[in-house]
């Protein structure tokens, strides 16, 4: 299951930085070299016009960005923008160089959500932990932006401290909401499986239902709605609902995928 919720953060929280900085502007660690700053503007430029995301211009773009860090190696935003191509090419080193940058400078929101991202799709369990860390430092430097929260509750799902996780959903819903920010749909689709994950499943359900339409096809919705129709059932005596929860999970073809915890408690 965890390779399906690591998408929830990919979708919501990857490849996130302003505007002006992908247009080269408000840079970090801006170079006094102007060989490098000139390759770095022309990797900026090229990236900018390559909108349908040619991979040979990528590759050639990634590798302007890594000569202008070569020009001057305290060039952070040359580094982070090697990552960020390489990322567009679903290139493992990204990872490398995303760490890179943030250790030259660690106080970039880009930099941290960025590689904490990064980390979540790559997938190990030492990258999980890095992302989790740069979660936790996203919540220190930015308290007032909900990403570093959003984030610590999706490595939650993967590190099974879901109370914790619970608590930092609900506090990213709030960060959101001042910031008159979009609760998308995957927010809340976290929310449910966290509510589900801690027994509150009545509330889950309530979660689960909002989001129905967008993935009710998805592997862990199945999995997480069938479980608290099944516990609401017993709660309510409602047999119509138990049958209902019976009859997604009977749709569920990745039975071997849930946890052997769940997979305890959907007895029919």
């Not at 860390?133 to 929260?149: H, Q, R, T």
């Amino acid at each position: 299951m965890k390779k399906i919720i690591l998408i929830l953060l990919i979708l919501n929280t990857s490849l996130i930085f302003s505007q002006n900085y992908f247009e080269g502007k408000n840079l970090y660690c801006k170079s006094g070299n102007p060989e490098s700053i000139k390759l770095f503007d022309l990797g900026i430029e090229t990236l900018y016009l390559n909108k349908s995301l040619n991979k040979k211009y990528l590759q050639m773009t990634s590798n302007v960005f890594f000569k202008a860090y070569e020009q001057d190696t305290t060039f952070c935003d040359a580094l982070f923008f090697t990552g960020y191509t390489l990322r567009l090419l679903n290139d493992k080193k990204a990872l490398a160089f995303y760490m890179l940058a943030d250790s030259l400078y660690n106080k970039s929101i880009e930099f941290k959500t960025n590689l904490a991202a990064e980390g979540l799709r790559y997938g190990t369990e030492n990258s999980i932990k890095i992302a989790r860390k740069k979660y936790n430092e996203i919540i220190k430097l930015f308290p007032d932006s909900p990403e570093g929260y959003y984030g610590f509750a999706v490595t939650s799902s993967i590190l099974g401290d879901t109370e914790k996780g619970l608590e930092n959903i609900n506090i990213a819903i709030e960060k959101y909401k001042v910031t008159n920010s979009k609760i998308n749909d995957d927010v809340v689709f976290l929310k449910g499986i966290l509510l589900s994950d801690n027994e509150k499943y009545e509330e889950g359900l309530e979660y689960l239902d909002k989001v129905h339409s967008t993935y009710k096809k998805d592997f862990n919705f199945k999995v997480h709605y069938s479980l608290c129709l099944l516990k609401v059932s017993e709660v309510k005596k409602d047999e119509k609902m138990k049958q209902k929860a019976l009859k997604i999970y009977e749709k569920i073809e990745e039975k071997d995928q849930i946890s052997q915890e769940i997979k305890d408690q959907l007895i029919f």
